[in-house]
């Protein structure tokens, strides 16, 4: 059956759907409850794929394959792109009102970020589609000719893209868009989370005129559902995910099976390495943004920060004044800064931290509990935004991800003390690096062991740049030419002259 989005999103009480074959399918199983975090009301009814529907969306997407999609020029599937960028700026407030309904993140954030980089990242790939160029040698032969070898680039085929519910629509655009940019078809699976706005893309994939079959969603959850039904699936050739560290290793698992690649953007726990000669207040509203934009929901942010001795005082002050400032309220309210946690359960696990955190004898410059919010959002899952210090750095809240809103502020005096503190971690995603002296930014720059360093700056991005993680924060990168590594293979031909 196919019905318009916005008609299942006005079903009382509101159905999300899978988007198989250019269709939305509506429920024939279980159903899943998607609530918002923000006042814990009932947001929709969420169908679980089951083994039957994962198979008819990979097999939608293997059709497609071999339909008009295959066959596109690559200036023809960058105009489609362009057109699905267009159409999501132009369904700009049905997309931000799904994802702050499903996330409960604030309007602030998901208006001037979530959904215009969702719609950047189709027109990015698209460029970068119409840019790319391979390699080729002339050779002498045996018999004293010569052949000419050129490389092509070829898709994959059909690709599982699983994504979190942190920046729901940004993230499986962001591998969605390259994935179709090379010719492949794509089977999304978006977090049990954030079914909405993947479900809504499907419209507008529809409207481009993308084939259909070339965009499939399938929702339900990961282990023993959809997730890991289309990692398992054989007809998939490739899975890109986005999510826990623990995660991967499970799909690394899946994907073992058949010798599928996989392409891994994983967990964090990222560094600020604040030195006395950097701008303070520039480092004191960058380490704000990092530590608590999105609740702390940013595979990106900080959650350790070494500040210089003669310093440290001074960054601790201001950084409790700074996040004592920041306005926990209506998502949909334009002033708020600080939105809900995604879920209770995420709250308990973050609890858990501050707990421990407590426990083993952190001060607790401030926060440290749960928000105290009135009536309609008494029911959420808000949490104050939490600052430490005096804590070991063996503490696990200064070893594993917390993803919450909330950091721990420890003071050094070398460089080479703060370098070593932010590389003893077993992840490698992201640092940021404070200081005015250029001779440093670079020293240290090309010392911490992560994928991304941002100087004097963080969460600054040019979509061409690669982006991934070190050690165990991912595999591979991904953005500008990097992606194409993963999207597609490199077929070598030889040509005797
Ligand atoms: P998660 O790993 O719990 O879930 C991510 C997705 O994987 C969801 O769609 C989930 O349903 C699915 N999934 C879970 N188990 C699965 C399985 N066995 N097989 C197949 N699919 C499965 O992550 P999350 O809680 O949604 O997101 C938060 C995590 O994502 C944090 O660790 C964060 O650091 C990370 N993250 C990383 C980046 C990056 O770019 N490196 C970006 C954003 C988030």
């Known amino acids: 059956m196919s019905t318009p989005a916005h008609q299942i999103i006005t079903a009382s009480p509101p159905q999300a759907a899978h988007f198989i074959d250019g269709r939305y399918v509506c429920a024939t199983g279980a159903l899943f409850e998607n609530r918002n975090p923000a006042t814990g009301a009932l947001v929709s009814l969420v169908p679980e794929a089951d083994e039957s529907q994962v198979d008819d969306a990979v097999r939608a997407a293997r059709r497609a394959l071999s339909g008009p999609w ?79 070898n050129y490389a092509i680039r070829v898709p994959r085929g059909v690709i599982a893209v699983i994504s979190p519910w942190n920046l729901p629509l940004l993230l499986m655009t962001w591998k969605v868009a390259p994935a179709l940019a090379c010719g492949n078809t794509v089977v999304v699976k978006p977090s049990e989370e954030t079914p909405t706005t993947a479900m809504l893309l499907g419209e507008v994939m529809n409207e481009a005129g993308i084939p259909p079959g070339v965009y499939n969603v399938v929702q339900g959850f990961g282990p023993s559902s959809a997730g890991e039904f289309l990692t398992r699936h054989p007809g998939v050739n490739g899975i890109t995910f986005t999510g826990e560290t623990r995660t991967g290793t499970a799909i690394m698992k899946a994907a073992a099976e058949g010798v599928r690649p996989v392409s891994f953007e994983l967990g964090g726990k990222n560094a600020a390495l604040v030195f006395a000669d950097c701008d303070l207040e520039a480092a004191v509203q960058g380490t704000l943004r990092s530590a608590f934009a999105n609740c702390g929901q940013v595979c990106l942010g900080t959650e ?24 926990c309220g209506d998502p949909f309210d334009a002033s708020t800064t600080l939105g809900p946690l995604i879920s209770q359960e995420h709250r308990r696990k973050v609890l858990s931290y501050y707990e421990r955190a407590r426990a083993e004898g952190a001060e607790i410059v401030t926060g440290g509990g749960i928000a105290d919010m009135s009536s309609p959002f008494a029911s959420g899952s808000w949490i104050e935004p939490t600052i430490w210090t005096g804590l070991p750095e063996e503490s696990v809240v200064n070893r594993e991800e917390i993803f ?94």
């Open 304 to 327: 350790r920060v070494y500040v210089q001795r003669p310093i440290f005082e001074a960054f601790v002050a201001r950084l409790k004044r700074a996040a004592e400032g920041l306005k």
């Open 70 to 148: 295959g066959r596109m020029s690559e200036q023809e599937r960058a105009a489609l792109l362009r057109k699905v960028a267009d159409g999501i700026m132009r369904r700009f407030d049905d997309f931000l009102r799904a994802e702050i309904l499903d996330t409960g993140k604030p309007k602030s954030l998901a208006a001037h970020l979530d959904i215009p980089r969702g719609a950047a990242n189709f027109n990015v790939f698209a460029d970068q589609i119409m840019a790319v160029a391979t390699e080729s040698f002339r050779m002498a032969t045996p018999n004293g000719g010569q052949a000419l």
């Open 404 to 497: 919450g809103p909330c950091c721990h502020i420890r003071p050094f005096d070398e460089e080479d003390e703060a370098v070593a503190a932010a590389n003893d971690s077993p992840y490698g995603l992201a640092a940021a690096i404070w200081t005015q002296d250029v001779r440093r930014a670079h020293r240290v720059a090309s010392r911490v062991e992560v994928g991304i360093a941002w100087v004097n700056s963080w969460f600054l991005r040019d979509l061409r740049t690669p982006f991934g993680g070190s050690k165990q924060s991912g595999i591979g990168r991904e953005g500008g030419v990097h992606g194409l590594e993963f999207y597609t293979e490199l077929r070598n031909v030889c040509v005797q002259l």
